[in-house]
């Protein structure tokens, strides 16, 4: 983990619909800074923000007030270089295009030739262990393969980051768990970092280096917790350290819920 | 935020009404002023623009005031085409609920064995390519065999165009629930019959509305086109028809009655629209 | 083919193929078997006869309404598509027209034949064309409209993150999202096209088109010529259909693919 920041969030507040009616803060004073590197999960009750936080950052919106750096430059420079990959919560791979082309896509839209394009896809197919499925439609893949292929989608062209929004909030606890241990092993090949939104006290346990904890209406950070536990294996699910940090994710939302 | 829409969506309407009017009155012009060319041109424009082929708005929404002669009596225009619209309404009504149990009687059917599924539904489908429609005047004359006023054979041909939709559809809509559904009912011992009510017929609705909507429109255009083939006492395809043969005399009779018949497709597609927000105050729309 | 595909497309081949006989063998039969006068419902056998015996005439008159039809289809799709894109460019148009064509394809569009006839005259095809055109436009243009501009929230978002334009998120997502709900208003237009041909006819035209052929007949009471005229027209309705269904299955594969088998998952 290097001491260089990937995202600084610096006093950000987002509103929607300002000046009407419905206007909606969604978002006010978070400041939060992730290092090179670093695995940030953010959890809180739903309508606490944190999916508008990772957009945000992905700068899919823009902060009503305050700003959001990635890398040093602007989120919009971010992503018009390219810094970036997202993953959803619902695959959202596109029907019409077999698996292979939906992880070419990006290199696609960044010129690649054709043969980088099948090398990197192939490459990609075998990191996420499904080496033989290229050819297929999306729709013809289980949910967890598909889950799979969008974040081969979303590492196909390297990017320094990785947003991913509830990704595995729609697959079953084996398959879930299963994801899990093999996003830690993608994290660790290749030295991305992370931002992952999740509901989850247990994902964000087991996966992060940190823990945001975000309290609702509007969203604030409500605090930040450390956690620590080593090489990740399926046994670490049963390491006292592992309850520990759910305990103290757990009592923080429970905090957070009794603010209210 | 709905309320923003529907006056987005009226004043759309409205703009694209004046639009067209002030479209039609000023080609008109441009064509009255350059004897049908292109203003600086030696080409012809391609509609001509006397009072006989494009009368002027103002005269068609006049002509609706118009005294008219119907056999011995007389008649403002607008009371005359309200009573054809009547009888359109009618035939169209029949045939719309016709069509409705007919289509619904097959959907069942199909839902019910997958082989008759297989068999029915591509002659279903094979049906809405023959042209039936043109066999009007040979409905109406089986019907006069059997007793039956023109009115009901003419509403025979709404059946055929409206049975289509409300079959496909339906069928789509009673398969729609999940197989955790059908599981459910069968825990509980449900009787086929038990699950086609409480089930897969509520589960149906948000299919069979958009259905509802087109077989609505198509009862009015089997209606009219029955009318045109058949029988002076009709209603206002036979207007059209009649106004088309005299139109050097009374062209914007012609459009009015044209108007009459949109304006009677619209109020039907209002009056499904409304039977939908009724039937589906608590449910959910699908995408179609 | 393998026996296997061939024994799953006779599966899927044999009960229409069994209805179909049976719906002719009833016809045939309940017309012989209840002495139903010629008139009301001739029987197949005799209609095959006189489409034989008439061919040339039938032949002439369904290629001459097939032109209509397959012109005004031309016509309502080109324009349908265009006004598609159009409405997708330009938001704010869209909200309002897409209700507005939704109104207007609820009014008995062929209706407009005769002012058609009116303006473009009675004896060429343009007019009738052009009541197919209207007729076809309206579901062609609702439905890729729908197709174009409901597209998943995410799909947008996802292109956004890599940067696209709007250039690119119409090629890459708008475009192929709107494919399915083109080739289903293509698989309502095509034989649309037929019957708003042979209504348009009503309203008068050249004497050698298959409505006036069907009503000139059915006037004289050789209603299995008319018959004959209606077969004629359905078949030429018939391949129209089985040609947008080909183009949906060429256009949308990833529509037909199959779920892989849960063995094979791994």
Known sequence: ?260 | MKTAKATRVFFTVVFVIIFLVLLWEGYKWMGQQNDDHWPGTNFGLPIATNDTIMPHFVDVVGELTAEIRDGRSSMPMYAFLLKKAWFTFQEAAIGFILGLTIGMGLAVLMSRWKISERGLLPWINVSQTIPLIALAPVVVTWGRNQGLPDLFSISLISTYLTFFPVAVSGLRGLQSPDAAHVELMHSYAASWRTTLFKLRLPAARPYLFPALKLAGSLSIVGAIVGEISIGRKTGLGRAILEYALRYAIFPERLYASVIGAAFLGLMVFGMINLAERFFMRRTREVAS | MNLATFKSRASVLWPPVVIGIGILALWESAVVLFKIQEFLLPKPSSIWVELLENWEVLRHASWETGKISLGGLAIGIVTGVAFAFFATLFRFFNEGLTPLAVAINATPIVALAPIFNAWFGVTGSVSNQLVVATVVFFPVFINTAKGLTEVHVNEIELMRSYAAGDWTILREVRIPNALPFFANALRVVAPLSVIAAIVAEYFGGPQDRVGYVITWNAGLARYDVAWAAIAVASAFGLSLFVGALLIERVSTPWKSAVQLEETTKK
Request: proline share 4%; hydrophobic share 40%; with cysteine.
């Open chain 1, 1 to 260: 983990m290097s001491e260089k920041n990937a995202v600084s969030i610096n006093d950000v507040d987002k509103i929607f619909n300002e000046t009407r009616d419905d206007e909606v803060t969604a978002l006010s004073n978070i400041d939060l800074t992730i290092k090179e590197g670093e695995f940030v999960s953010l959890i809180g009750p739903s309508g606490c923000g944190k999916s508008t936080l990772l957009r945000l950052i992905g700068d899919l919106l823009e902060p009503t007030q305050g700003s959001v750096e990635v890398f040093g430059k602007s989120a919009h420079q971010a992503r018009i270089d390219q810094d970036y990959g997202m993953v959803f919560q619902h695959a959202g791979l596109f029907d019409w295009r077999r698996v292979s082309a939906n992880i070419e896509l990006p290199l696609e839209l960044h010129g690649w030739s054709k043969s980088d394009r099948a090398t990197r896809s192939q490459e990609m197919l075998d990191l996420v262990k499904l080496p033989d499925f290229g050819g297929y439609y999306p729709r013809q893949l289980s949910g967890g393969m598909q889950q799979r292929v969008s974040i081969a989608r979303a590492l196909s062209f390297k990017p320094k980051l990785l947003l991913m929004d509830e990704p595995f909030g729609a697959l079953d606890e084996m398959t879930r768990e299963h994801m899990q241990i093999e996003l830690l092993r993608i994290w660790e090949e290749t030295g991305t970092t992370v931002v992952f939104v999740t509901h989850s006290i247990p994902e964000a346990a087991f996966l992060s280096n940190r823990v945001v904890v975000l309290s609702p209406r509007p969203g604030q950070v409500h605090s930040v917790i450390d956690v620590d536990l080593g090489q990740r294996t399926e046994s670490t699910r049963q390491d006292p350290k592992f309850f520990a940090a759910a305990t103290e994710i757990r009592e923080a939302l429970r905090a957070v819920e009794e603010q209210e």
